[in-house]
């Protein structure tokens, strides 16, 4: 599956950690794009002294071991890539985290960037884009941009993990976020135990 993933400045590395290494280790044909406030909130969550975009990308490429990231990354600013149009058959898009800004211009139509640019497209060729919000507590702005959204015919996957499988690590609930966007992509996959109920 090609898939078009953009890292926005929303708190919440892990969580794109979880899912590029997911999409990595299982063959996918995925394009990463981080925003220029991605870079600064990966630095910060890093404790990384050294802002400057290919450093940090570096560093987070080798904590999440994904050996191709660099090769598999492209720049925000690239408008004219082909991920940008839709006669490029790019089969999803994921926004993971989605910040609240990153989720107004989707629900505005607004492309500032690449990320808002693909988000645009899958939403005007009727392909899935998953949005993976990550903020606490929700203003009603935030809440009438996600109903604007889902309308449009994004799907909604906010960063709450769930409990029932019994996590033991931190990156155990990001897996299970992870594994929530694979399932609404249709992706097979073995991040968390499925709730059997009792029988």
């Known amino acids: 599956m090609k898939i078009f993933v953009g890292i926005s400045g929303a708190s919440g590395a892990i969580y794109a950690g979880s899912l590029l290494r997911a ?7 995925y394009t990463a794009c981080f925003s220029d406030h991605a870079v600064e909130v990966l630095a910060s969550e890093a404790g990384e002294g050294d802002p400057a975009r290919e450093r940090v990308l570096e560093r987070f ?5 994904i050996a191709q990231l660099a090769q598999r990354t492209i720049s925000p600013d690239e408008m004219g890539s082909a991920f940008a149009s839709g006669s490029h058959l790019a089969q999803a898009a994921v926004i993971c985290p989605c910040s609240m800004s990153t989720l107004a211009c989707v629900a505005g139509g607004i492309t500032m960037n690449l990320i808002h640019r693909v988000a645009d497209v899958m ?9 993976v919000p990550r903020e606490t507590p929700l203003g009603e702005t935030h809440l009438a941009n996600m109903l604007r959204v889902k309308r449009a015919g994004a799907i909604l996957v906010p960063a709450m993990p769930a409990f029932y499988h019994r996590p033991r690590r931190i990156e155990d609930l990001a897996d ?24």
């Open 61 to 65: 490429a080798g904590e999440w071991g």
């Open 23 to 29: 999409l990595d280790g299982l063959g996918h044909d």
């Open 176 to 199: 299970f976020i992870t594994g929530k966007v694979l399932d609404v992509l249709g992706v097979e996959h073995d991040l968390f135990a499925r709730w059997q109920g009792a029988r």
């Open 123 to 131: 939403l005007k060729e009727s392909r899935p884009l998953v949005l």
